[in-house]
T-cell receptor, first 114, second 111 residues
Framework: EAQVTQNPRYLITVTGKKLTVTCSQNMNHEYMSWYRQDPGLGLRQIYY???????DKGDVPEGYKVSRKEKRNFPLILESPSPNQTSLYFC?????????????FGQGTRLTVV | GDSVTQMEGPVTLSEEAFLTINCTYTATGYPSLFWYVQYPGEGLQLLLKATKADDKGSNKGFEATYRKETTSFHLEKGSVQVSDSAVYFCARSYGNNRLAFGKGNQVVVIP
């Protein structure tokens, strides 16, 4: 089954404790990205990657890091989480086939930073 | 910039009612336009799309027409069901595979 898998689904952590949210896709997509979803703000892109070892900042990259060492995986790293990073996070992937490519989303990770 | 505007506030309606959710976009370039749906506890999934002016996207009884003259992509369904209760996001493409999303509309269908 074609899917994007995020882990964990729920996470509660303390300020300053490094964490990683994993994302994996099995569709051989070149393009992967991370979004955060906040009430009243919709989805905002954090980082994206057009292929292995190619990453770029989205609209709200501060406080986040990513890596793309393999095509299927695109982990999101919070080196020193803060309460304003409490949010619902989504990973997405698609073919790099121009703007017609359909984005597939993971089920989301609800992160709470206390 | 490249942005998408959706009508404010949740939408509550009765089963079998007509649904319209308005969406307008900034007219930079020639974007593709999308509607995504998010059911409770799930990620977003593509509902329909249109890639050029006057195209009509349709799926599951939902329709939206790409109107370049009014920079709009309004979502419509003639007779909603309780199972259509979800959050609906309008989006436009820009740059390298990037998507700009509207803020979303919560739709609640009452039996």
């Amino acid at each position: 089954e074609a899917q994007v898998t995020q882990n964990p689904r729920y996470l509660i952590t303390v300020t300053g404790k490094k964490l990683t949210v994993t994302c994996s896709q099995n569709m051989n997509h070149e393009y992967m990205s991370w979004y955060r979803q906040d009430p009243g703000l919709g989805l905002r892109q954090i980082y994206y990657s057009m292929n292995v070892e190619v990453t770029d900042k989205g609209d709200v990259p501060e406080g986040y890091k990513v890596s793309r060492k393999e095509k299927r995986n695109f982990p999101l790293i919070l080196e020193s989480p803060s309460p304003n990073q409490t949010s619902l996070y989504f990973c997405a992937s698609s073919f790099l086939g121009g703007v017609k490519a359909e984005a597939f989303f993971g089920q989301g990770t609800r992160l709470t930073v206390v | 910039g490249d942005s998408v505007t959706q009508m404010e506030g949740p939408v509550t309606l009765s089963e079998e009612a007509f649904l319209t959710i308005n969406c307008t976009y900034t007219a930079t370039g020639y974007p593709s336009l999308f509607w995504y749906v998010q059911y409770p506890g799930e990620g977003l999934q593509l509902l329909l799309k249109a890639t050029k002016a006057d195209d009509k996207g349709s799926n599951k009884g939902f329709e939206a027409t790409y109107r370049k003259e009014t920079t709009s992509f309004h979502l419509e369904k003639g007779s909603v069901q309780v199972s259509d209760s979800a959050v609906y996001f309008c989006a436009r493409s820009y740059g390298n595979n990037r998507l700009a999303f509207g803020k979303g509309n919560q739709v609640v269908v009452i039996p």
